[in-house]
């Protein structure tokens, strides 16, 4: 089966605090790439990054950074110092191949609450 | 476009009435998804559009949902007879190749589908 596992469902914190959101994956592609989308209240998905399956090299976008790591399948988000602007879904997605084009399958989602 | 626009923003239907969606995708992009978002829940594929052939509909939850993209650019998601089990987000994505991965998606607000 091909799948993506957030398993964090809803996560609080304080403003100023790091946060990471797990994500997870099955695939039976060689060549795949991953995403992480935010969804603010707005709807809108918001694409922050994407990696594809020969690139483990971790990345860092100022607060923002990513782990990546195939030997677990997992693509792990970290918001440092976060921001009640940080608040919002956040996705996690898969490229599946099928039938000659790649298609996105997402997470179920972590929503993220950040207090001041 | 800049971007890809999706109308109406927001739809209330009444139980049994059918109801057509538009997604206007950013010129020139040759692939053009549609999903459904439920409330609380990730988006999942419905239907994939390379041009305007549809190659996937393997997502398309009953017959009552039909998908067209008439001359390869805008699209209509159409629902017949809505049930309340529709009510959800539906987001349009486009992609300016057919391996879209590598060159990202682009979603659409979405339009929110209310049936009562």
Known sequence: ?116 | GAGVSQSPRYKVAKRGQDVALRCDPISGHVSLFWYQQALGQGPEFLTYFQNEAQLDKSGLPSDRFFAERPEGSVSTLKIQRTQQEDSAVYLCASSLKVWGAGYGYTFGSGTRLTVV
């Open chain 1, 1 to 116: 089966a091909q799948k993506v596992t957030q398993a964090q469902t809803e996560i609080s914190v304080v403003e100023k605090e790091d946060v990471t959101l797990d994500c997870v994956y099955e695939t039976r592609d060689t060549t795949y790439y991953l995403f992480w989308y935010k969804q603010p209240p707005s709807g809108e998905l918001v694409f922050l990054i994407r990696r594809n399956s020969f690139d483990e090299q971790n990345e860092i976008s100022g607060r923002y950074s990513w782990n990546f790591q195939k030997s677990t399948s997992s693509f792990n988000f970290t918001i440092t110092a976060s921001q009640v602007v940080d608040s919002a879904v956040y996705f996690c997605a898969l490229t599946v191949f099928s039938g000659g084009y790649n298609k996105l399958i997402f997470g179920a989602g972590t929503r993220l609450a950040v207090h001041p």
